[in-house]
Structure formats: C-alpha cells, structure tokens
C-alpha cells in the first residue's frame, strides 16, 4: 500500500497529536499527584503561612485596641492623658518572620 503525500502528512500529524496527549496526560498525572512541586508553589506556600501569622497578629493587635480603648462603655478610661495604653505583652512581629527568596527569572 504506497500512501500520496497528503495521506502521509495526516498520518504523521495524527500520531504527533496522539504522542503530544498522552505525554501531556502524564505530565498533569504527576502534577495532580502533588509530587514535584514548582519554586513558585514553594514561594505561595511559604507566603500563606506568612499571611496566616500576620492575620493571627492582626487579631490579636485588635483585640488588644479594643480591650484598652477609652471609648468603651462602662470602662474607667485609661491611665495616661493622651488615651493610649501600652501594648507590651504583644510579640513582636519580627520574631514570627521567614525569610522568603523570590525566584529570579
């Protein structure tokens, strides 16, 4: 069986496109099993714990303003004239930092 040229390109393509989908299906069968992680994905990981301590802190710098207030009702006011209470027993931010590298491209 002698194929004419255009048959040959069609065969061709088609077996490139087959050969393309199934290395493509192994390459998201790898990546939905979570295995290789990319340096982006490291990055965006180790920033969601960043900005879920940075969220803890908010909460609890909040809960600290609003405990010392003078606005509150029922309270006595605060200690000193200018209406600001100390917030001592607060960590400080800088102890719960991780240095992250940006990849570099």
Known sequence: MQLSPVQSLVLVLL???GISGWLYGLHWKK???GDGLTKDEKVIFRL???IDVLTEQNARLNAALEGNSPGQSGGEGSDSA????PV???PLLQEQMQEVELPRK
């Open 31 to 33: 990546v939905a099993s």
């Open 15 to 17: 077996v490139g496109i």
């Open 88 to 90: 001592s027993n607060v």
């Open 48 to 50: 969601q714990g960043q």
């Open 82 to 85: 200018s209406g600001a209470a």
